[in-house]
């Protein structure tokens, strides 16, 4: 079994900057990426940063220039640093680890969420 943790959500006035943190756990034999997501209300849910195992990073266009995603290999576990946060960046932010599980194969895992509210 897989289980892929979030941390570091929060509420925080526009401007500011928070740092989320996922950790994967479990029958982990490698994994391939680690994205962020968000999904705000009544809108789908979309990729907001993603990094490779060799630390090759891709960010939506929105987030670009404010938003950092890094990895700690040797702990499983992924952030996302954002500063200079906008009401926009308002959602609930998901963890997605593409990876090989000594269980199941290859497999794409995703965490329980964590909000993030930006006020303006």
């Known amino acids: 079994q897989v289980q892929l943790v979030e941390s570091g959500g929060g509420l925080v006035q526009a401007g500011g900057s928070l740092r989320l943190s996922c950790a994967a756990s479990?029958?982990?034999?490698?994994?391939?990426?680690m994205s962020w997501y968000r999904q705000a209300p009544g809108q789908q849910r979309e990729l907001v940063a993603a990094i490779t195992r060799g630390s090759s990073t891709n960010y939506a266009d929105s987030v670009k220039g404010r938003f950092t995603i890094s990895r700690d290999s040797a702990k499983n576990t992924v952030y996302l640093q954002m500063n200079s946060l906008k009401p926009e960046d308002t959602a609930i932010y998901y963890c997605?680890?593409?990876?090989?599980?000594?269980?199941?194969?290859?497999?794409?895992?995703w965490g329980q969420g964590t909000q993030v509210t930006v006020s303006s």
């Open positions: 479990g029958s982990i034999f490698s994994i391939i990426n």
């Open positions: 997605n680890a593409h990876l090989v599980s000594g269980v199941t194969g290859t497999k794409d895992y």
